[in-house]
């Protein structure tokens, strides 16, 4: 009896062609997500920086008053951009104009955060320092050199934040203090290391001589083997007559 098979498999050739359209279409929807992020941020980032630089605002003493002016213009340019031209600009154009802002706004932010973190890495460092003293104090094997490294690696750190200190008191709000945020906590962890490297100091093993003295003084002061033999036999002989003379 002839017979036919039937199968509902999708031929290989299509499969491919279905994985491809698959593919393309993935990356056309990460491309249209790319572009709306990249307008977020562009948009974003142009009334941060507008409302920031302005009067009462957070950045409005960060920047360079020289550049002030240009740039609140390009940002308020920008925002018209965004609705206008910008609303189907590609995302290469997005970054570009998103990064002519960042060269003047992510300074100035950095200077803001610089002051307003600064004391918060100095009271870390002390009570760094206060804990080490304390440890110091109490490892008696440290040497006087030792001791003395640790005390002047202190001293230096100390220093290295009252003229950070005296550069944020003196000069403008808009210009770069000499260290960044990242540098004193570089800084930090150095200095950490290499005092708590000290403070592992072990305790040195007893000398030789001192060894060879504790153990004579414990020779000393124990009866040698024979005599506490014959001391026993001794007490023993004088324990028997007296339980002879009781029978």
């Given at each position: 009896m002839p017979f036919k098979t039937i199968s509902h498999a999708i031929p290989p050739d299509m499969k491919v062609q279905f994985k491809n359209l698959e593919a393309q279409l993935?990356?056309?929807?990460?491309?249209i997500l790319d572009l709306k992020e990249a307008k977020y941020n562009l948009e974003s980032y142009s009334y941060d920086m507008k409302n920031g630089i302005q009067e009462y605002g957070n950045y409005e003493h960060y920047i360079d008053p020289s550049l002030k002016p240009a740039f609140l213009e390009n940002l308020l340019a920008t925002?018209?951009?965004?609705?206008?031209?910008?609303?189907n600009a590609p995302l290469t154009e997005q970054k570009a104009r998103l990064e002519v802002l960042q060269s003047i706004g992510n300074p100035l932010k950095l200077r803001h955060k610089f002051?307003?973190?600064?004391?918060d890495y100095v009271t870390i460092y002390q009570k760094y320092e206060r804990?080490?003293?304390s440890m110091m104090a109490g490892i008696e094997h440290l040497t006087d050199d030792q001791r003395k490294s640790i005390g002047d690696k202190c001293a230096l750190m100390q220093q290295f934040y009252m003229e950070l200190q005296s550069?944020?008191?003196?000069?403008?709000?808009?210009?770069?203090?000499?260290?960044?945020?990242?540098q004193i906590e570089n800084k930090q962890m150095l200095l950490e290391s290499e005092i708590n490297a000290i403070l592992s100091t072990p305790k040195p093993a007893p000398k030789k001589e001192e060894v060879k003295k504790e153990e004579g003084a414990a020779a000393d002061g124990a009866p040698a083997e024979g005599e506490a033999a014959a001391a026993e036999n001794g007490d023993a002989e004088q324990q028997q007559p007296a339980a002879d003379a009781e029978m």
């Open positions: 993935m990356i056309e929807d990460r491309l925002e018209e951009w965004i609705y206008a031209d910008g609303e002051r307003q973190e600064f004391q804990t080490a003293n550069e944020i008191e003196n000069k403008p709000k808009h210009e770069d203090c000499s260290s960044t945020l990242a």
